[in-house]
């Protein structure tokens, strides 16, 4: 798993944002207007400086809504909590995991395919940070 930092100082790309909803049930006539322009850094960064992005690969994380190619935004400031998703290096290797802190502390798989990984005083492990949101691949 490759990871990498946001910029310090992230160029300031506007986008589009469109007035009207999308609507996922039965269409309806779309206009052609733009309500404002929209920074993503702004909705899903809090904190350039401590934050990266990882593209995630594997099916431990499905049921987490968490798929291949999915790229996730990872805050490094934040104290992970109880039922928290993080990043974390387990003897090396990089994972995403949902992080259970009782009744054992563990990093749980959301895919019952996979086992729980018990965090063992043998283990090493470091929590890199908390995914704040996923940007979900075209499926």
Request: glycine content about 4%; aromatic content about 8%.
């Amino acid at each position: 798993m490759k990871l990498s930092r946001a910029a310090e100082s992230p160029a300031i790309l506007p986008l589009p944002l469109f007035g009207d909803r999308v609507a996922a049930g039965f269409p309806s006539p779309a206009q052609d207007y733009v309500e404002n322009r929209i920074d993503l850094n702004e909705i899903c960064v809090r904190h350039p400086a401590s934050t990266f992005f990882v593209r995630a690969t594997g099916e431990s994380m499905i049921e987490g809504n968490i798929h291949e190619d999915d790229i996730l935004v990872v805050d490094c400031s934040l104290t992970a909590r109880h039922q928290d998703i993080v990043i974390a290096s387990v003897d090396g290797a990089f994972t995403v995991k949902r992080l259970s802190l009782h009744p054992v502390v563990q990093l749980l798989p959301m895919n019952p395919a996979y086992a729980p990984i018990a965090l063992e005083e043998n283990n090493q492990v470091e929590i890199f940070g908390v995914v704040t949101f996923i940007i979900y691949a075209a499926r």
